[in-house]
């Protein structure tokens, strides 16, 4: 069922040529997060960030509306995206802040009943327990506010309808968006690694555990300001050539998972003279 979806994603992109706006927006904001964050560190590539996030969901909002609509321009794209904008934004909101809560809640619960600091180690096992299922379930609730026009709560229950009632074509789902997502990194690594090789061949002669303790800083400096630009245009390829694919999967695959008949559990029984159901 999900490779036929994959190939109806691929077509609408070739079709939709607007698909590609969300892709390419994306990866100038990824790049230019990279470019920051080299020469200036966190700072202001954190800020950067935040602001991405929030511009991104116009256009990602508005590509699962042109994806529900089949119309192809730009104007539209943005026009939906506006529309549906904080029908996108307000569950990811709740979602986050009740992911948050808990968290806050397990922080206080652990800090109390070990009468101290909790173990970090826990702590972060104990929040990949929490976000996992929560991803998991919620993750179509931006699809369902676009697609079926649903508010805020009914986009999540929604989400988590269809989710747990198609597990497995959800699961099918997420491996091949992971097989994707693996194949075009991958790609792009060989090229940024064959463009940059005279920098990075240093790292040749480094052992297992001088490559675990190398940080994103010191890689771009290893790199220079030339492998710099080398990863931001890199970054900008990649985002921009998988994005586009991954949103019209989602979006058509979300049709055809809400466009299916939820199954019946069949059961035998009788009425009896009242009209009273008695089951086996």
Request: hydrophobic fraction near 55%; glycine fraction near 8%.
């Amino acid at each position: 069922m999900a490779l036929e979806e994959l190939k109806g994603a691929v077509r609408c992109v070739g079709q939709m040529p607007a698909l590609w706006i969300p892709g390419c927006i994306a990866g100038l904001l990824a790049g230019a997060l990279w470019i920051l964050f080299s020469l200036f560190g966190t700072f202001f590539a954190s800020r950067l960030f935040v602001i991405s996030g929030l511009v991104m969901i116009l256009f990602v909002a508005g590509s699962y509306a042109i994806i529900n609509s089949g119309e192809k321009n730009a104007g539209t794209l943005l026009a939906k995206g506006a529309q549906y904008y904080f029908r996108v934004l307000l569950p990811l909101l709740v979602i986050a802040f009740a992911t948050l809560l808990v968290f806050v809640l397990i922080v206080i619960t652990a800090t109390f009943a070990t009468g101290g600091t909790p173990d970090m180690l826990v702590l972060a096992m104990t929040s990949i327990f929490i976000m996992i299922p929560t991803f998991f379930l919620t993750f179509f609730s931006d699809t369902a506010a676009v697609f079926e026009d649903t508010r805020v709560f009914n986009s999540i229950r929604r989400s988590i309808e269809l989710t747990v009632t198609h597990a497995a074509e959800v699961i099918a789902f997420y491996v091949v968006c992971a097989i994707l997502c693996f194949v075009d990194f991958f790609l792009c690594s060989v090229i940024w690694e064959a463009l940059l090789y005279n920098q990075l061949q240093p790292l040749t002669t480094y052992n297992e555990t001088q490559l675990a303790a190398i940080t994103p800083s010191e890689l771009a400096r290893m790199i220079g300001p030339d492998g710099m630009w080398v990863t931001a245009v890199m970054i900008f390829i990649g985002i921009a050539l998988i994005l586009p694919v991954l949103l019209a999967y989602k979006g058509i695959f979300f049709k055809k998972i809400a466009g299916s008949p939820v199954p019946v559990r069949e059961t035998t029984g009788e009425y009896d003279r009242k009209g009273r159901w008695y089951k086996y």
